[in-house]
Structure formats: structure tokens, C-alpha cells
């Protein structure tokens, strides 16, 4: 039966290789100023290599969910683990640049196939009631993976060195393709689901179908908007900005990110339960976290010099909430979308958030060697400066959510489906007078 103690065991595995590939794709965050050192390369370089990375992923978002939907979840998840060990074992003999690149090309590569699989296993193995809070709960509890980098990764970094650090990360993955080509199954009836054939004409059909329904782009700016701050944080500038330019210590950045980490475990569930209760108020959930990411950031910007230990705790707590806030863009694809291009619609949400961070992470690197003219060594006003860019992509991901929203509400309403304004929903239950709201 979905959703009894062997979905949950299949589930648990198909999470073991989510949390291993967040492993591998964070874990150039905090080996970012070992890397600096190691390839003698300044902030923007290094960062071409997050970028690079993140390009592969986002590029291959549609592809692998074409796929997915042909070949199911069983045989792009070992795939992926197989590619990112691959990846993790040449970046740690790697002396020069050329090979890093490479290292993260694949590390890139077999990311994209993890986590839309994943996902593809949810609706598969429980029922739809429990859909919502699982999806919330693969994301979050994936997030373990920022953790292993954080601390486990950041210690065998600073004692064993670069090679034993990330031949560990590889064994990992290696150990994590093993145990899903044992236990993982597609669905309670076949080990592996095969789809139709993909035809040209089927490719270009699922794809124009999935992306015209407004619900699918609401979903991709979903997760542009919500995703990017943490992201960009955890994957590649929260580290360096915490100990460089906030001068904390690499013990306390590492558990900033540990706590980044938990708060998004702990925000998920809510927001899953939320999402389940509330099903057409998904936006106004999406939009107050995107408000405090901004609120978050903007008193770390506004403070003057470095800001205090309990100001950058806020403003973790504020981006530990943007993974959650971003899964509900699947669920928009999952809602709008039917179960045969469920893989294209997830792959198209997908790529949102990774397009605005990779954009981010590239243009803060670029701010940072601007103003230091690409001398390692920044100051708090340099990160400051580089950080506020942020703002502008945000803004753009809130216009597109709006646009997206009216157009799918408007969708809903030809489909016999109406959605009463927020304001009317709050006055009908006597939190604020219908003579405030209309004038708000």
C-alpha cells in the first residue's frame, strides 16, 4: 500500500542520494578559499566554477526530466551518484584549473538527475493527501547534504587535506549508488517504470504543453525567486562572506551553515502542512518568504561595519526558509501538470532557481574583483556591495511571479475554479474590516 513502511523505506533511499548529491554540489562552498589558494585563482574565477556547474545543472533540467519520464527514477538516480564520484575523484587530484572544471562539469552533470527523481518517487509511493509534506520533507531533509559539507568536509579540509577530503566525498557517492541499484524501485509495481518511447514530435508536444500553462512558469518563478538567496549563500558566498568579510571564525561559519541547514528542516514540514491545508493561498506563502530573504539581507547590508552575531543569525534563519519556499514551485508543476509529463513540468520549475543563482554567484564575484581589483582579501563593504545585487534578481522573480499568478488564477476561473481575494477571505473572518482592506 502507498504510503506504509515500505514506501518509507523507499523513500529514505532515494533521500540517502539527494543528501549526497547536496554533498557534492556544496562542497566547493567551503573549500572555496582552499581552492583560491590551491589553483591560485582570484574571487571571479572561482566562481566561474560554481556558475559552470550550476550552467550544467540548469541546461540539463528538461533533458533529464524527458528522460525521467521515459526511464524512471531507479536509473538516473545511480547515474547521477555514479557521474558525481567521477566528478569528486578528479577534483581531488586536480592541480590545475582545467581539471577542477572538468570535476565540476560532472558534478553538475549528475546532480541534475538526482533530485527531480526523487521527487518523481513521491506521488509514486504515497498517497496524494501525503504529497505536499513529503516533497517538503525530501527537499529539507536533503539539506543534511549542506551539513556533511559544512563540518565533516570543512574538517578533513583543514586536518587530512584537499585529496583525502574529497575522495571521501566520492566513496560516498559510489556507496549511495550501490545501496539504490539494491533497494530502490520506481513504483510499489515495477522495480522500473519505462515510458513511451520519446519521439521528436512527443518531445516538442510535452515540452509547448508544460511550458503554456501558466501554472508550470508560476512554479519556475517559484523557485527562481525563492531559492537563489540560499543558494548562492550556502553554495558558494555564505562561507567566504561569513569569515571574510564578517570575520567570524571557520568553527562558527561552519555551524551558521549548520543552522542554515536545521531551520529549513524544521520550516518545511510547516510549510508543507500549510500548502496542504491551503492550497490556493501557495503564493502568499511564496511571496512572505521571498519578504524575508529581503528583510533578512537588507538589515545585514544596512548595519553598520560588521554585524553582530545575533543580526547574522536572523538572516540565516531568513534564508533557511527559501528551500522550503522553493519546493512549493513542484508543487505548482505536480498540481497543473498530469502524471505523463510530470518529469518535463518538474525539470522546467527546476531550472528557475538554478539560473538565478548561478547569475548571482557570477555577478557577486565579478563586484568582488572590481573592487579589489583581483587581490585576494575582501572587506565587509566589499561583500556589502557584491551581496545588494541580489536585489535585482529578486525583483524580477517577484514581477514573474505576479504576471504567472493572474494568468493561472485566470486559467482556474475558465476551468470552473475561482479563487477569492486574500482580503476577502481575512474580512470574512473578522482579522481586519472590509473598509481597511479596501482601501489597502
Given at each position: 500500500?502507498?504510503?506504509?513502511?515500505?514506501?518509507?523505506?523507499?523513500w529514505a533511499v532515494g533521500l540517502s542520494a539527494y543528501v549526497v548529491a547536496v554533498l557534492h554540489r556544496t562542497s566547493l562552498g567551503v573549500a572555496g578559499l582552499d581552492a583560491q589558494a590551491r589553483f591560485g585563482i582570484g574571487a571571479s574565477a572561482l566562481a566561474s566554477f560554481a556558475v559552470l556547474q550550476l550552467l550544467v545543472y540548469a541546461g540539463l533540467q528538461v533533458p533529464v526530466g524527458v528522460l525521467l519520464d521515459r526511464?524512471?527514477?531507479?536509473?538516473?538516480?545511480?547515474?547521477?551518484?555514479?557521474?558525481?564520484?567521477?566528478?569528486?575523484?578528479?577534483?581531488?587530484?586536480?592541480?590545475?584549473?582545467?581539471?577542477?572544471?572538468?570535476?565540476?562539469?560532472?558534478?553538475?552533470?549528475?546532480?541534475?538527475?538526482?533530485?527531480?527523481?526523487?521527487?518523481?518517487?513521491?506521488?509514486?509511493?504515497?498517497?496524494?493527501?501525503?504529497?505536499?509534506?513529503?516533497?517538503?520533507?525530501?527537499?529539507?531533509?536533503?539539506?543534511?547534504?549542506?551539513?556533511?559539507?559544512?563540518?565533516?568536509?570543512?574538517?578533513?579540509?583543514?586536518?587530512?587535506?584537499?585529496?583525502?577530503?574529497?575522495?571521501?566525498?566520492?566513496?560516498?557517492?559510489?556507496?549511495?549508488?550501490?545501496?539504490?541499484?539494491?533497494?530502490?524501485?520506481?513504483?510499489?509495481?515495477?522495480?522500473?517504470?519505462?515510458?513511451?518511447?520519446?519521439?521528436?514530435?512527443?518531445?516538442?508536444?510535452?515540452?509547448?504543453?508544460?511550458?503554456?500553462?501558466?501554472?508550470?512558469?508560476?512554479?519556475?518563478?517559484?523557485?527562481?525567486?525563492?531559492?537563489?538567496?540560499?543558494?548562492?549563500?550556502?553554495?558558494?558566498?555564505?562561507?567566504?562572506?561569513?569569515?571574510?568579510?564578517?570575520?567570524?571564525?571557520?568553527?562558527?561559519?561552519?555551524?551558521?551553515?549548520?543552522?542554515?541547514?536545521?531551520?529549513?528542516?524544521?520550516?518545511?514540514?510547516?510549510?508543507?502542512?500549510?500548502?496542504?491545508?491551503?492550497?490556493?493561498?501557495?503564493?502568499?506563502?511564496?511571496?512572505?518568504?521571498?519578504?524575508?530573504?529581503?528583510?533578512?539581507?537588507?538589515?545585514?547590508?544596512?548595519?553598520?561595519g560588521r554585524a553582530p552575531l545575533a543580526v547574522l543569525l536572523l538572516l540565516v534563519v531568513a534564508l533557511g526558509l527559501g528551500g522550503p519556499g522553493s519546493m512549493i514551485g513542484f508543487e505548482f508543476a505536480r498540481t497543473f501538470n498530469p502524471p505523463n509529463r510530470l518529469g518535463t513540468a518538474t525539470g522546467i520549475v527546476n531550472v528557475g532557481g538554478f539560473v538565478a543563482s548561478l547569475t548571482t554567484i557570477l555577478l557577486v564575484?565579478?563586484?568582488?574583483?572590481?573592487?579589489?581589483?583581483?587581490?585576494?582579501?575582501?572587506?565587509?563593504?566589499?561583500?556589502?556591495?557584491?551581496?545588494?545585487?541580489?536585489?535585482?534578481?529578486?525583483?524580477?522573480?517577484?514581477?514573474?511571479?505576479?504576471?504567472?499568478?493572474?494568468?493561472?488564477?485566470?486559467?482556474?476561473?475558465?476551468?470552473?475554479?475561482?479563487?477569492?481575494?486574500?482580503?476577502?477571505?481575512?474580512?470574512?473572518?473578522?482579522?481586519?474590516?472590509?473598509?481597511?482592506?479596501?482601501?489597502?
Amino acid at each position: 500500500m502507498r504510503g506504509g513502511a515500505r514506501s518509507w523505506a523507499v523513500w529514505a533511499v532515494g533521500l540517502s542520494a539527494y543528501v549526497v548529491a547536496v554533498l557534492h554540489r556544496t562542497s566547493l562552498g567551503v573549500a572555496g578559499l582552499d581552492a583560491q589558494a590551491r589553483f591560485g585563482i582570484g574571487a571571479s574565477a572561482l566562481a566561474s566554477f560554481a556558475v559552470l556547474q550550476l550552467l550544467v545543472y540548469a541546461g540539463l533540467q528538461v533533458p533529464v526530466g524527458v528522460l525521467l519520464d521515459r526511464f524512471g527514477s531507479l536509473r538516473l538516480v545511480v547515474g547521477g551518484a555514479l557521474v558525481m564520484a567521477a566528478g569528486q575523484a578528479l577534483m581531488a587530484f586536480s592541480d590545475g584549473v582545467g581539471g577542477a572544471v572538468a570535476a565540476r562539469v560532472l558534478v553538475g552533470a549528475g546532480d541534475a538527475m538526482t533530485f527531480i527523481s526523487v521527487l518523481r518517487l513521491v506521488p509514486q509511493w504515497f498517497p496524494a493527501r501525503r504529497v505536499p509534506v513529503v516533497t517538503q520533507l525530501t527537499g529539507i531533509v536533503g539539506q543534511v547534504g549542506q551539513v556533511l559539507s559544512a563540518v565533516p568536509l570543512a574538517a578533513l579540509l583543514s586536518g587530512a587535506g584537499w585529496t583525502t577530503a574529497f575522495i571521501s566525498a566520492s566513496a560516498a557517492g559510489v556507496f549511495v549508488a550501490v545501496v539504490a541499484m539494491v533497494a530502490l524501485h520506481d513504483s510499489p509495481e515495477r522495480r522500473i517504470n519505462t515510458g513511451e518511447a520519446v519521439t521528436a514530435r512527443r518531445l516538442g508536444s510535452d515540452l509547448a504543453t508544460a511550458w503554456r500553462h501558466p501554472g508550470t512558469r508560476l512554479g519556475l518563478w517559484t523557485h527562481f525567486t525563492t531559492q537563489f538567496p540560499g543558494t548562492v549563500f550556502a553554495l558558494m558566498w555564505g562561507y567566504p562572506f561569513l569569515v571574510a568579510g564578517e570575520g567570524l571564525s571557520r568553527g562558527t561559519a561552519s555551524t551558521m551553515l549548520t543552522l542554515f541547514v536545521l531551520v529549513g528542516m524544521i520550516g518545511g514540514p510547516l510549510l508543507g502542512v500549510l500548502v496542504q491545508r491551503h492550497p490556493l493561498r501557495r503564493s502568499w506563502l511564496v511571496l512572505g518568504v521571498i519578504a524575508m530573504n529581503a528583510l533578512g539581507w537588507a538589515l545585514v547590508i544596512a548595519w553598520p561595519g560588521r554585524a553582530p552575531l545575533a543580526v547574522l543569525l536572523l538572516l540565516v534563519v531568513a534564508l533557511g526558509l527559501g528551500g522550503p519556499g522553493s519546493m512549493i514551485g513542484f508543487e505548482f508543476a505536480r498540481t497543473f501538470n498530469p502524471p505523463n509529463r510530470l518529469g518535463t513540468a518538474t525539470g522546467i520549475v527546476n531550472v528557475g532557481g538554478f539560473v538565478a543563482s548561478l547569475t548571482t554567484i557570477l555577478l557577486v564575484g565579478l563586484i568582488l574583483d572590481a573592487r579589489t581589483g583581483g587581490r585576494a582579501g575582501y572587506d565587509i563593504a566589499d561583500f556589502k556591495v557584491a551581496m545588494s545585487v541580489q536585489y535585482a534578481i529578486g525583483v524580477l522573480g517577484v514581477l514573474g511571479i505576479l504576471r504567472t499568478r493572474r494568468l493561472a488564477r485566470q486559467r482556474l476561473a475558465a476551468e470552473g475554479v475561482h479563487v477569492r481575494p486574500l482580503r476577502e477571505v481575512l474580512a470574512e473572518r473578522g482579522w481586519f474590516s472590509a473598509q481597511r482592506l479596501g482601501k489597502g
